[in-house]
């Protein structure tokens, strides 16, 4: 088992992307503490997952500083040392550049940068003390490429992106590796929630080298990778998960 003796905290657990990391995190001999804000659905895959040895839910607003705290604090007394975690909640927010309010841009940046940020910092005790880790930080494709209407995502996801790598120099000496993994179009309920309505997105999909969108065990696969011994000698490093979405540019 490629996880065997790991305790994970993800974040943004209960649906999408990061409920198919916390299967397969399962399946592979990690112990998760699922994290998120949805509480009933977190629970329900707790539940599903094996509550006795494998799986816990725990609630966190990855915004909220003292909610981290407690996360990582029942995530120690449950299971042991954190030796990976994956920021993996995020959300999206659609608007021109001119249109978007403050508020709105903070909100997307405090989610997505600042959860990310003291996701990081919540943890580095604890995986020092556990003689190392992985943490695996969620960006996307739009941390690799500005995309109109996305000022306030946009920008969070680069702020990951860079943020990776300060961490990855800093924490390499205990043993702590850091990476990025970048997604494209994954078939997740986040457009639809960020728009307000169910959207199908696999249109976007004839795009793309693969001609279809992702689906998240492609992204849960990835993380996995990164989460194991595997990728022991990867850190600062990106991955792409996104079908070739950035294999090309705007001239192609
Ligand atoms: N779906 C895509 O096309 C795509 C592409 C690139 C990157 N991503 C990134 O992948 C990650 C997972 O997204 P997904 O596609 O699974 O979407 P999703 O909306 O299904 O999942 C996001 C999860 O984050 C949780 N969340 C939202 N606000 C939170 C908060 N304040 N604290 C804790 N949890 C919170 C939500 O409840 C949800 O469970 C996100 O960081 C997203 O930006 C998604």
Redesign the pocket.
């Known amino acids: 088992m490629r996880l065997d003796g790991k305790i994970a905290l993800i974040?943004?657990?209960?649906?999408?992307?990061?409920?198919?990391a916390a299967r397969r995190f399962v399946e592979e001999g990690a112990r998760v503490m699922i994290?998120?804000?949805?509480d009933d659905?977190?629970k329900e895959l707790a539940a599903e997952l094996g509550p006795e040895f494998n799986a816990a839910y725990c609630h966190?607003?990855?915004?909220?500083e003292d909610e981290w705290a407690e996360a990582v604090a029942f995530t120690i007394s449950t299971f042991g040392d954190i030796t990976v975690l994956v920021?993996?909640?995020?959300?999206?927010h659609f608007s021109a550049l001119a249109d978007t309010t403050l508020a709105d841009y903070q909100r997307v940046v405090?989610?997505?940068q600042v959860?990310t940020f003291l996701g990081m910092r919540a943890v580095v005790e604890s995986m020092t003390r556990a003689g190392g880790g992985s943490i695996v930080n969620?960006?996307?494709?739009?941390g690799l490429g500005g995309m109109p209407y996305l000022v306030a995502?946009t920008a969070s996801?680069f702020a990951i992106r860079g943020m990776t790598k300060v961490a990855a120099m800093e924490l390499g000496q205990h043993g702590i590796r850091v990476n990025s993994v970048?997604?494209?179009?994954?078939?997740?309920?986040?457009?639809g929630?960020a728009l307000g309505r169910p959207v199908d997105?696999t249109p976007i999909g004839k795009k793309v080298a693969l001609r279809r969108?992702?689906q998240?065990d492609d992204?849960a696969n990835v993380v996995l990778f990164l989460a194991s011994d595997d990728s022991a000698y990867c850190t600062g490093a990106e991955f792409t998960v996104d079908g070739g979405a950035t294999a090309t540019h705007a001239l192609s």
């Open positions: 974040t943004g657990a209960a649906r999408g992307q990061g409920a198919a994290t998120d804000v949805l659905q977190g966190l607003d990855v915004s909220n920021n993996n909640a995020g959300i999206l405090g989610i997505n959860g969620v960006s996307s494709v739009e995502y996801k970048h997604p494209g179009a994954i078939n997740t309920p986040m457009v929630e997105i969108v992702g998240p992204v």
